[in-house]
């Protein structure tokens, strides 16, 4: 049985284990030419959720990021350092990948 987390959620795709989430089935971002190098400003500095919502209108995908960059941002949270680069999805790989 599939949690009832929204489509943007890290978790939609995870059974449940009782009344508990089971183990985590990834949702991967496929990687394409067509993503940007993004720098991070200082003013998202920490806070991924800020720059989902600017990017995308949804502050819930701030996940996306650490999902595409998983060698340089290994904490989706303080590895979010400004003067980071990272790829930044476009938002059709989101509604592609994620069924949004």
């Known amino acids: 049985m599939a949690a009832t987390y ?6 939609a ?11 985590m089935t990834n949702r991967p ?5 067509s993503d940007n190098l993004y720098t991070i400003d200082k003013v998202y500095h920490l806070r991924p959720d800020m720059l989902a919502y600017d990017l995308y209108n949804n ?8 999902q595409r960059n998983p060698n340089v941002l290994k904490d989706p949270l303080f590895d979010f350092v400004a003067g980071t680069a990272i790829y930044v ?3 059709t790989t989101l509604i592609t990948d994620l069924g949004l």
């Open 6 to 11: 929204s489509k943007s959620s890290p978790y």
């Open 59 to 66: 502050s819930a995908l701030w996940w996306v990021f650490a």
């Open 29 to 33: 971002i496929t990687k394409l030419a």
């Open 13 to 23: 795709n995870t059974g449940l284990y009782g009344q508990f989430l089971d183990i």
């Open 89 to 91: 999805p476009t938002m």
